[in-house]
């Protein structure tokens, strides 16, 4: 085969450059520029509650996205991971329940329940790549659903019902990080960091094969892929962008909870994922945002229309419904189908 | 690349690159294969014949580890690959073709031949995206090339005609440094001229590449092998070289079907 080796043309090789590194569009970084002068507008409840929570639930909804938009595996256990790496802070760390938590510096805690955190999204995958489709749904629903009781159950370690109070983001480099605009960059410097990373990693080898495996998995194996060890490998990384977040979660709430990691929250992230769109790494940020908007004032809005506040979740459901029936890829679909074609089109021209 | 295929080959001696014994294969109560033996020597060039559900396919899938058979045994070059998994076999030099095209219709020509070349090389779980003049990517291209498929090397996949895509299954399967082939009926669905095109591809391939070839139509089989495997239901039927097994009236009476006609 030595003898019919190509010569290829530099355009080619500039184009097929081009084309695997997509470059980002003017409109993303007028949104990074908005988002880093962030607190020179917006009040500490937002920064903190809206967008320090958006970036949280979207980076963990974004370790889905990777998993299922990219892996073909829906799996439901990064709630779970990243409650998982959220109650390691908490008992290797400092919290109120002196009687339970090591007290460990948060420089060796932190990095120890993220590190925790992966080796359980690890296992989980390794338990859930044999199956595919609704049982991959299923056994990561079980692990879920196992933890949430065990947390709830196990007094000596999780803490119980209760669970830990008094959790805090450390003080280091004389800055408090528990303070509002410290830990909105905090949780927006994560969130880049992810996005980054998902991005960068669907056009690198390790992403191409995933997608391989995604369309067609015999013919991967039939190419030399270790099929099982990628998928394994898939969620282990997609664990390495939920863990974190799930310590950011903690701090956030200053607690750690069996509620945070219950099924309601589990279903949320699914939720997240779908409604922002699986198809682009930006779209569980996006769903994020309507979450916690809704979250936050679907409640007053129903209170002023003479419902009752507790319906929350109805609005929620419904537009869970609404996305699913008439636009699967979320709202970014929308987006990309009625959208955008209109304002390229009243911009004169289109391409 | 040569030189370490001939290293190779003179550490294996004359062992057979295909060793199959006794393999039998059963789907339920169903014998899809029964007691087959079969060896071919490395760089041999074999077509398996028989009618539908004669086990052809079953018989690759056995070899390439897609399912395991039933019983018996089966060396690659020497070795019992019997219970390796499929990329454990790949890895070691063998390659196949599917019989319907199974290919990444979402990447384009050349990112399914990179997969293909990726597969085989010890970068597959690298974050680090390829840079202009990565040696794998330069080898997806010469690949591309010697199928023939370099105009549409950025389309995607699922736009080629039919034709091209079996070209391509044929590019998957050359990746990297294949010591034996197995073509699924490499020409099902091509036109005249694209099966001359299909038999030029497999005339060219280093001589010390043998292969497997399942094939209906004899003029593309008999043209590219030296010796014929005939299979009757799940049986190894006949052996021999092309011209014996044509002029031999109990096969013309099988694979002509006049028994099945009657």
Not at chain 2, 8 to 24: D, K, Y
Not at chain 2, 79 to 89: G, I, K, L, M, Y
Not at chain 2, 167 to 192: C, I, K, N, T
Request: charge should be positive.
């Amino acid at each position: 085969m030595a003898a019919v080796r190509a010569r290829a043309t530099p355009s080619a090789d500039a184009k097929y450059e081009a084309a695997r590194t997509g470059g980002i569009p003017a409109a993303g970084w007028l949104l990074a520029l908005v988002l880093v002068m962030m607190p020179a507008i917006a009040s500490d409840f937002f920064l903190v509650q809206v967008f320090g929570w958006a970036f949280i639930l979207g980076t963990i909804a974004l370790s889905l996205q990777f998993l299922a938009g990219y892996g073909g595996m829906v799996s439901l256990v990064q709630m779970t991971v990243a409650g998982f790496a959220g109650y390691m802070v908490a008992i290797l760390g400092t919290s109120g329940l002196t009687q339970i938590s090591l007290g460990w510096p948060f420089w060796l805690a932190v990095p120890v329940a993220i590190l925790l955190g992966v080796l359980f999204g690890t296992v989980s995958g390794a338990l859930a790549v044999r199956t595919a489709g609704i049982y991959t749904i299923m056994i990561t629903l079980a692990i879920a659903a196992a933890f949430f009781y065990f947390t709830r159950q196990n007094e000596t370690v999780f803490g119980g019902f209760l669970g830990f109070n008094g959790v805090r983001a450390p003080v280091f480099w004389g800055i408090d990080w528990r303070a509002p605009v410290p830990f909105y960059y905090l949780c927006l410097g994560w969130a880049a960091i992810s996005w980054g990373l998902v991005v960068w990693v669907a056009r690198a080898p390790f992403g191409l094969a995933l997608q391989g495996i995604r369309d067609n998995a015999r013919r991967m194996a039939a190419l030399g892929f270790n099929v099982t060890a990628h998928r394994i490998a898939a969620y282990a990384f997609a664990a390495f962008l939920a863990a974190p977040a799930g310590v950011l979660l903690t701090w956030l709430n200053g607690q750690i909870a069996p509620g945070t990691v219950g099924i309601g929250p589990v279903i949320d992230i699914l939720v997240i994922a779908v409604i922002g769109g699986l198809g682009r790494p930006i779209g569980p940020f996006i769903g994020a945002l309507l979450y916690v908007l809704l979250r936050l004032f679907a409640m007053d809005l129903l209170v002023a229309l003479g419902l009752s506040g507790q319906r929350f979740q109805l609005i929620i459901g419904l537009g869970f419904l609404l996305t699913v029936l008439f636009s699967p890829d979320g709202v970014l679909g929308l987006w990309e189908r009625w959208i955008r074609p209109r304002l390229v089109g009243r911009a004169g021209g289109g391409r | 690349m040569a030189t370490a295929i001939a290293e190779r080959l003179s550490a294996t001696g004359q062992v057979n690159a295909l060793e199959l014994r006794g393999v039998t294969k059963y789907f339920g109560a169903l014998a899809a294969l029964s007691d087959v033996t079969l060896s071919v020597r490395p760089g041999e060039r074999r077509a398996i014949l028989g009618s539908n559900g004669a086990g052809k396919t079953t018989l690759l899938n056995c070899i390439t580890g897609d399912f395991f058979p039933t019983s018996g045994t089966i060396r690659f070059f020497g070795e019992d690959v019997t219970t390796f998994p499929a990329h454990e076999r790949i890895r070691r030099g063998l390659r196949r073709t599917y019989q319907i095209s199974l290919l990444f219709g979402g990447l384009s020509v050349l990112d399914n031949v990179y997969l293909a070349c990726l597969g085989v090389s010890r970068g597959r779980f690298s974050f680090l995206r390829p840079r202009r003049g990565d040696p794998l990517l330069e080898s997806a291209r010469a690949l591309v090339h010697a199928v023939h498929l370099d105009a549409v090397a950025d389309k995607k996949v699922a736009e080629l005609a039919h034709g091209q895509q079996r070209q391509l299954e044929v590019a998957l399967a050359l990746a990297g440094a294949p010591r034996f082939l197995l073509f699924d009926e490499p020409a099902a669905g091509l036109s005249p001229a694209e099966r001359g095109e299909l038999v030029a591809i497999l005339n060219s391939l280093p001589s010390h590449i043998g292969y497997v070839i399942i094939e209906h139509d004899m003029d593309v089989a008999l043209r590219v092998v030296e010796s014929v495997t005939l299979m009757h239901e799940g049986r190894i039927f006949k052996e021999g070289t092309p011209a014996e097994i044509e002029s031999d009236p109990e096969v013309q009476e099988l694979y002509l079907g006049h028994r099945h006609a009657a």
